[in-house]
């Protein structure tokens, strides 16, 4: 099965600096890549997703790019805010309409004002 | 506007209780996943489904069962709670449309096993 792989595990910023968060996937069959943030005591949401038809996508201050060679796809924040503080995963998906979703075990972000 | 609801925020069991958390959703969408998540262990798949009466096992489906009689209701049965199925669990839907796609988690339930 598909098993996705999240580094770092926290990660500190300043105001202002950009955040890169990365995941793996094993299964070359994956071909959906949500990314979900998720505040204390809520919960996730997602925020951009990709599919393996693409190479990066943005959507204001976070972007998302895929290697489907390296099976690897980043989160880029820029220009980072104190409210981008949260919790976020990756996850991906195969099997086409009928998916497995599978998550990392995600990143603590902390933006330091 | 109401997408995913479950059950319970909160509930609190005795160990060897039978104990029935379900999930509503109102958007048609195939897919429903039950998640357990833990600190540091991130979001862990314990069943999906991606049909009515369909269901396929996740990584951690032991001491867990479900059932999807209709589309909008998806149920994660614990037969005889244990003292480590304590844990915040996680109803998802997914839709798959081509380029688009939505994707919504319920509220959670936090379950306190004693």
């Known amino acids: 099965g598909e098993n996705v792989e999240q580094h770092p595990s926290t990660l500190s910023v300043q105001e202002g600096d950009s955040a890169v968060i990365k995941c793996t996937y094993s299964?070359?069959?994956?071909?959906?890549f949500p990314w979900y943030k998720q505040e204390l005591g809520k919960r996730p949401q997602l925020i951009i997703d990709i599919r393996s038809n693409v190479g990066e996508k943005k959507d204001q201050r976070i972007a998302v790019t895929l290697n489907k060679t390296a099976k690897h796809f980043s989160l880029h924040i820029t220009e980072t805010q104190p409210e981008d503080s949260a919790v976020y995963f990756c996850a991906a998906i195969n099997g086409g309409s009928q998916g497995n979703l599978i998550f990392g075990k995600g990143t603590k972000l902390s933006v330091k004002p | 506007d109401v997408k995913v609801t479950q059950s319970s925020r909160y509930l609190v069991k005795r160990t060897g209780e039978k104990v029935f958390l379900e999930c509503v959703q109102d958007?048609?969408?195939?897919?429903m996943f039950w998640y357990r998540q833990d600190p540091g262990l991130g979001l862990r798949l314990i069943y999906f489904?991606?049909?009515?009466?369909?269901?396929e096992k996740g990584d951690i489906p032991e001491g867990y069962s479900v059932s999807r009689e209709k589309k909008e209701r998806f149920s994660l049965i614990l037969e005889s709670a244990s003292t480590n199925q304590t844990s915040m669990y996680l109803c998802?839907?997914?839709?798959?449309?081509?380029?688009?796609?939505?994707?919504?988690f319920g509220p959670g339930t936090r379950l306190t096993v004693l």
């Open positions: 958007m048609d969408h195939e897919n």
């Open positions: 299964d070359s069959a994956s071909n959906y």
């Open positions: 998802a839907t997914l839709l798959l449309a081509g380029a688009y796609n939505e994707q919504f």
């Open positions: 489904s991606y049909d009515v009466k369909m269901k």
